[in-house]
């Protein structure tokens, strides 16, 4: 898939100064945002190993219930960073590892089902699972195998393939614990890509000037809004309420698509406030940080007042019609950030950050 956005430049009778510094904004997006975020998505798939384990011992209600809510949390603390499209996390085949998104061909799915029939025991442990397929290894394979198509827990339940399946599934949640360490790691590291980021200049091979790395990172929360509205919502709102797909939506399977969604856009707002963009954005535009408050938190509103699992009631109530707003309210905070604030700012550039099935 490949999205081609273009930040609109627009001469305005009051612009900021022709040298605005954003190292300072870049500098607090990382500090105030980017390392905890990350920290936090460490410690969430931390909890993970021995959810599943403990499950696998025994399946009773209480470890059921621990791990539907170590999944849960680590998929919003991952639904906060995954717009974060440049950098380490798209080191390494990172991002996909984590969360091979979008799905809409069930590749994930056809490669666990062959996995399966071939009782392949490259799964069974993180340090062989890492050189196997991006598609098998992160929070999507693992929502496949510990969840059925009712939202129902069917980790560690017994059956022939019960110990196989606790064992890929322990191999999944320790390989998601080694790349948000290493994630957390790199952006902690004063030398690695932090530097980078906040060393723009002629020296420096990847920013030619620290304008040139703000384009990169508000490219990305552009982005972010994107995958939200285009990839997230309208595959499932179809056409009509007649031809919705619920199980499109993000995580539908476990029913965590409420979870998903708001940290998505909660992650991009509060990247966007740890900027504190309003020092450098001319007066007459300040009105955007409220519009754009607005929208983020009439968003968060239209999540909270729909019923999970959204397979079950995403026609049967007025979900559907819910999400149809949403989407038409995430495009406006896009239109918002791309047009208004961009141009407000001078920033410019296009970009692809959506390559891959």
Do not use: H
């Amino acid at each position: 898939m490949r999205l081609w956005v273009f930040l609109a430049v627009a001469v305005f009778s009051a612009t900021p100064a022709p040298a605005a510094d954003f190292n300072p904004p870049l500098e607090r997006l990382v500090s105030n945002y980017i390392q905890p975020a990350m920290a936090e998505f460490a410690a969430s798939v931390e909890t993970l190993p021995d959810a599943v384990r403990d499950i696998c011992a025994d399946n009773g209600p209480e470890a059921t219930e621990a791990f539907r809510s170590a999944y849960a949390g680590s998929l919003q603390a991952f639904a906060r960073i995954q717009f974060l499209r440049f950098g380490p996390l798209l080191e390494e085949d990172r991002l996909s590892r984590l969360a091979f998104l979008p799905d809409p061909r069930g590749i994930v799915q056809r490669q666990i089902r062959k996995i399966y029939a071939q009782e392949d025991p490259g799964v069974g442990s993180a340090e062989s699972l890492k050189d196997k397929s991006v598609a098998v290894q992160g929070l999507p394979a693992l929502q496949l195998i510990a969840f059925d198509r009712d939202s129902e827990v069917v980790l560690g339940r017994p059956g022939a393939e019960k110990d196989y399946t606790c064992g890929y599934a322990l191999a999944i949640a320790r390989n998601l614990v080694a790349i948000a360490a290493d994630l957390e790691m790199t952006w902690s590291d004063p030398d690695g890509y932090r530097a980078l980021l906040l060393s723009g200049g002629p020296e420096n091979d990847r920013f030619r000037t620290p304008k040139e790395a703000m384009e990169d990172v508000f490219n990305a929360l552009v982005t972010g809004l994107i995958i939200v509205r285009d990839q997230d919502l309208l595959p499932a709102l179809g056409t009509s309420a007649a031809k919705a797909k619920a199980n499109r939506l993000p995580f539908s399977r476990s029913g965590n698509s409420v979870v998903y969604l708001s940290g998505e856009l909660l992650g991009i707002q509060e990247a966007v406030a740890s900027l504190g963009l309003e020092e450098l954005t001319p007066s007459d535009f300040q009105w955007i940080f409220n519009a754009l408050g607005f929208e983020f938190d009439n968003a968060q509103k239209l999540l909270s007042e729909l019923n999970p699992p959204l397979r079950q009631t995403f026609t049967g109530d007025d979900s559907y019609s819910r999400v149809s707003v949403l989407a038409i309210t995430v495009k406006s905070l896009r239109d918002t950030m791309a047009l208004e604030l961009a141009g407000a700012l001078e920033l410019a550039g296009g970009f692809n950050s959506l390559d891959g099935d």
